[in-house]
């Protein structure tokens, strides 16, 4: 392709409403423009970009035994209804009428059109499994779209759905395309973690997510400093033993602590350590109050309480609702002769001695407390957030955290959707039987930007080969050379036979040139100047920087073994 001939509108200037590198970069670089807040228009290197994402994708998929479809982004709202998602699903979900009236819905997720579609298709097991993707656009109402294209309200995604007459066909097939996952996002050079998650408003169980190590993700992973286990912060276990202290148990007092809010507060007022103190906090778990007691030094994972509880949700109790059910402030909440609260405690409660917590009333807290002595919990469990140094709950190591971009997410929906969408098909006795279903997300214009934030420098972006727009950039220097002007396009012939190429032909300074390339991010650089008539010209490889000259008539072979070595 002639520069000259496409569309790269490179800038100068950094953005001012770009906070990232990604989206700095990919607008600095002409990859793409802001139509509205949260909303691009892809240009054509983008385009370039997405396409190679997307054959990566489709070969994987491929490989495992998914097969492509295309389904509609405008949405029935019937469908949704019959899920119960149209209720449930939020303010993200764009809503519409067409001329008669009729609701719909621009497609956030397509589980819904899917399972509509397999329930009227396949009636036998004889026509299981079976696993359907598609690539295309989806629109969800995000109520602050940010970081470019990490977080929009229109987005490509790949998302596909496996249908089952068994678990042990589910565990199969989930196991194929975590492989695929991991072998698409492997050559897309990036460095990721898949990690136990939580399924959230998809439902189901037995779920992980593929996460892109950066430091502006918006999720935390805790994973082993000496073994492959991750998991996202709010699903990984607490392994950790605690010691009771061998401390006599003594009276129950309660003190005075006077504008002692917080548990910092606290513990530097009585001058005792954070863990000496017990952290209450009201719930409402579905329609339940319950408190819920960690350690001074914890804080309470509300992923584990609803999980507990197998509830619907757990949110933390506002000040009105904590007033009204407690007769106290937030600050001052304790376990202490509550009554009609259910109370459960995490499994560092048990071994506090001598403890201190809030007495309900203002300014007050009670020292001495000792958990089954002076309250009573319903039951223990882990229900904090694992912390760095904490044992990796596999055994291995130690927990460090790391940031992360979710790219990819693959669930085991069950018959979440097939139960209340009449999903059956007939088993080998006749009999009708629930079809059990797989889920499998990849953000692909996602994975566009998570690329771009790792492979950067200072400079511009720096795609790996698989990826990107073009593999060799050529540049002549001066095209009124004649020289120049004749090895040029005869090295654009004859790179183009086995590279994409890439040849800047506008008329520009070599300066700005050179600028665009760096900014643009292609592997090789290919530079046409003074020694044109000599048959020779400059390489350089984008990701290290390393120059080379090279004769015009091995130029293939050169380009082909700086490649080889490049990521």
């Given at each position: 392709?002639?520069?000259?001939?496409?569309?790269?509108?490179t800038?100068?200037?950094?953005?001012?409403?770009?906070?990232?590198?990604?989206h700095?970069?990919?607008?600095?670089?002409?990859?793409?423009?802001?139509?509205?807040?949260?909303?691009?228009?892809?240009?054509?290197?983008?385009?370039r970009?997405?396409?190679?994402?997307?054959?990566?994708?489709?070969?994987?998929?491929?490989?495992?035994?998914?097969?492509?479809?295309?389904?509609?982004?405008?949405?029935?709202?019937?469908?949704?209804?019959?899920?119960?998602?149209?209720?449930?699903?939020?303010?993200?979900?764009?809503?519409?009428?067409?001329?008669?009236?009729?609701?719909?819905?621009?497609?956030?997720?397509?589980?819904?059109?899917?399972?509509?579609?397999?329930?009227?298709?396949?009636?036998?097991?004889?026509?299981?499994?079976?696993?359907?993707?598609?690539?295309?656009?989806?629109?969800?109402?995000?109520?602050?779209?940010?970081?470019?294209l990490?977080?929009?309200?229109?987005?490509?995604?790949?998302?596909?759905?496996?249908?089952?007459?068994?678990?042990?066909?589910?565990?199969?097939?989930?196991?194929?395309?975590?492989?695929?996952?991991?072998?698409?996002?492997?050559?897309?050079?990036?460095?990721?973690?898949?990690?136990?998650?939580?399924?959230?408003?998809?439902?189901?169980?037995?779920?992980?997510?593929?996460?892109?190590?950066?430091?502006?993700?918006?999720?935390?992973?805790?994973?082993?400093?000496?073994?492959?286990?991750?998991?996202?912060?709010?699903?990984?276990?607490?392994?950790?033993?605690?010691?009771k202290?061998?401390?006599?148990?003594?009276?129950?007092?309660?003190?005075?602590?006077?504008?002692?809010?917080?548990?910092?507060?606290?513990?530097?007022?009585?001058?005792?350590?954070?863990?000496?103190?017990?952290?209450?906090?009201?719930?409402?778990?579905?329609?339940?109050?319950?408190?819920?007691?960690?350690?001074?030094?914890?804080?309470?994972?509300?992923?584990?309480?609803?999980?507990l509880?197998?509830?619907?949700?757990?949110?933390?109790?506002?000040?009105?609702?904590?007033?009204?059910?407690?007769?106290?402030?937030?600050?001052?909440?304790?376990?202490?002769?509550?009554?009609?609260?259910?109370?459960?405690?995490?499994?560092?409660?048990?071994?506090?001695?001598?403890?201190?917590?809030?007495?309900?009333?203002?300014?007050?807290h009670?020292?001495?407390?000792?958990?089954?002595?002076?309250?009573?919990?319903?039951?223990?469990?882990?229900?904090?957030?694992?912390?760095?140094?904490?044992?990796?709950?596999?055994?291995?190591?130690?927990?460090?955290?790391?940031?992360?971009?979710?790219?990819?997410?693959?669930?085991?929906?069950?018959?979440?959707?097939?139960?209340v969408?009449?999903?059956?098909?007939?088993?080998?006795?006749?009999?009708?039987?629930?079809?059990?279903?797989g889920?499998?997300?990849?953000?692909?214009?996602?994975?566009?930007?998570?690329?771009?934030?790792?492979?950067?420098?200072?400079?511009?972006?720096?795609?790996?080969?698989?990826v990107?727009?073009?593999?060799?950039?050529?540049?002549?220097?001066?095209?009124?050379?004649?020289?120049?002007?004749?090895?040029?396009e005869?090295?654009?012939?004859?790179?183009?036979?086995?590279?994409?190429?890439?040849?800047?032909?506008?008329q520009?300074?070599?300066?700005?040139?050179?600028?665009?390339?760096?900014?643009?991010?292609?592997p090789?650089?290919?530079?046409?100047?003074?020694?044109?008539?000599?048959?020779?010209?400059?390489?350089k490889?984008?990701?290290?920087?390393?120059?080379i000259?090279?004769?015009?008539?091995?130029?293939?072979?050169?380009?082909?073994?700086?490649?080889?070595?490049h990521?």
């Amino acid at each position: 392709m002639k520069q000259s001939m496409t569309l790269i509108p490179t800038m100068r200037e950094i953005p001012a409403d770009a906070d990232v590198k990604s989206h700095q970069l990919l607008l600095r670089a002409g990859f793409m423009r802001q139509n509205a807040s949260g909303v691009y228009s892809y240009m054509p290197l983008a385009k370039r970009v997405l396409t190679k994402i997307e054959a990566i994708v489709r070969e994987e998929l491929d490989k495992a035994g998914a097969v492509e479809l295309l389904m509609p982004a405008l949405q029935q709202a019937e469908l949704w209804q019959e899920s119960g998602r149209w209720y449930s699903y939020g303010p993200e979900l764009m809503r519409l009428k067409d001329r008669h009236e009729r609701e719909f819905a621009l497609g956030a997720t397509h589980e819904e059109v899917i399972t509509s579609l397999v329930r009227d298709e396949v009636k036998s097991y004889k026509r299981l499994p079976l696993t359907l993707y598609q690539i295309q656009t989806k629109f969800r109402d995000e109520k602050r779209p940010r970081f470019g294209l990490l977080r929009g309200r229109e987005f490509i995604m790949k998302d596909a759905y496996s249908f089952h007459s068994s678990k042990e066909s589910l565990d199969e097939v989930y196991e194929r395309i975590f492989k695929a996952y991991t072998a698409i996002f492997e050559r897309c050079g990036l460095n990721f973690r898949a990690v136990i998650a939580d399924s959230g408003a998809m439902g189901g169980k037995d779920t992980h997510e593929f996460m892109v190590l950066s430091d502006i993700g918006e999720d935390t992973i805790a994973y082993s400093d000496t073994s492959d286990y991750a998991a996202n912060i709010e699903m990984a276990p607490v392994v950790t033993r605690y010691e009771k202290s061998s401390e006599t148990p003594r009276e129950i007092e309660k003190v005075r602590t006077e504008n002692q809010k917080t548990i910092a507060e606290v513990a530097s007022f009585l001058k005792v350590d954070e863990q000496q103190c017990i952290k209450s906090l009201l719930f409402k778990v579905d329609d339940k109050n319950v408190l819920v007691l960690v350690r001074g030094d914890h804080e309470v994972n509300d992923i584990k309480l609803k999980n507990l509880f197998e509830a619907g949700s757990a949110e933390l109790a506002d000040a009105s609702e904590t007033a009204a059910i407690l007769g106290c402030e937030v600050g001052s909440i304790g376990p202490v002769g509550v009554k009609g609260v259910e109370i459960v405690a995490d499994h560092a409660i048990e071994s506090i001695v001598n403890g201190i917590c809030g007495a309900n009333e203002e300014d007050n807290h009670f020292i001495n407390v000792n958990p089954g002595k002076d309250f009573q919990v319903s039951q223990y469990a882990d229900l904090r957030f694992i912390q760095e140094g904490d044992p990796s709950p596999d055994g291995n190591g130690n927990i460090v955290f790391a940031k992360g971009i979710e790219v990819g997410h693959v669930f085991k929906l069950g018959t979440r959707y097939s139960e209340v969408m009449d999903a059956v098909y007939l088993d080998e006795n006749g009999r009708s039987q629930p079809i059990i279903m797989g889920c499998y997300g990849i953000g692909v214009s996602r994975t566009l930007a998570a690329i771009a934030e790792q492979f950067n420098d200072d400079k511009g972006l720096v795609w790996p080969k698989a990826v990107a727009p073009y593999q060799v950039h050529l540049i002549p220097v001066n095209l009124k050379d004649e020289a120049q002007a004749k090895l040029s396009e005869e090295l654009y012939e004859q790179l183009g036979q086995q590279f994409e190429v890439l040849l800047d032909d506008r008329q520009e300074r070599p300066g700005v040139k050179f600028a665009d390339s760096d900014l643009i991010g292609i592997p090789v650089r290919v530079t046409v100047g003074k020694k044109a008539a000599e048959g020779i010209v400059e390489l350089k490889v984008r990701a290290t920087g390393e120059v080379i000259e090279a004769e015009a008539s091995t130029l293939t072979e050169t380009i082909e073994e700086l490649l080889k070595k490049h990521k």
